[in-house]
């Protein structure tokens, strides 16, 4: 199951808001969630003792933060994985005007991906909800 949402600008004050808005979409409690370094996640190489924003919330919410090796993107391939699936079935053939316009259409992508059958789950629906 997936969750996609865009806005406009890398910050730790959306990454803040698209937890908040993804908790209210999976219908199961998250334990973990694995992120990159990057500022809208962690603080942890600018201060060993300042948390971000997003970390505060996670702490909040009692969910681990799992940060992946720096400069190793392959351990986030599921991640890498799924955006190379967005680039080819929704931003490849799909355009937009504003940030409005793109979550409107990934809405629909996001349907569509979540609920096409798959040959590695036996062509059964990843999810159903």
């Not at 910050?11 to 219908?27: A, R």
Request: proline fraction near 4%; charged fraction near 30%.
């Amino acid at each position: 199951m997936r969750f996609v949402y865009g806005f406009e600008e890398h910050t730790p004050e959306n990454s803040t808001k698209f937890l908040k808005m993804l908790l209210k979409e999976f219908p199961f409690k998250i334990q973990t969630i694995q992120t990159d370094n990057g500022r809208e996640f962690t603080y942890k190489y600018q201060s060993s003792e300042v948390k971000s924003p997003f970390e505060i919330e996670l702490n909040k919410l009692g969910i681990n933060h799992k940060l992946i090796p720096q400069r190793t993107p392959w351990h986030n391939g599921k991640v890498e994985r799924s955006h190379r699936n967005d680039q080819r079935y929704f931003y490849e053939w799909e355009t937009f005007r504003n940030i409005e316009e793109l979550n409107t259409k990934l809405k629909g992508h996001l349907e569509w991906s979540n609920n096409k059958t798959m040959r590695t789950l036996d062509y059964k629906v990843q999810c159903s909800y």
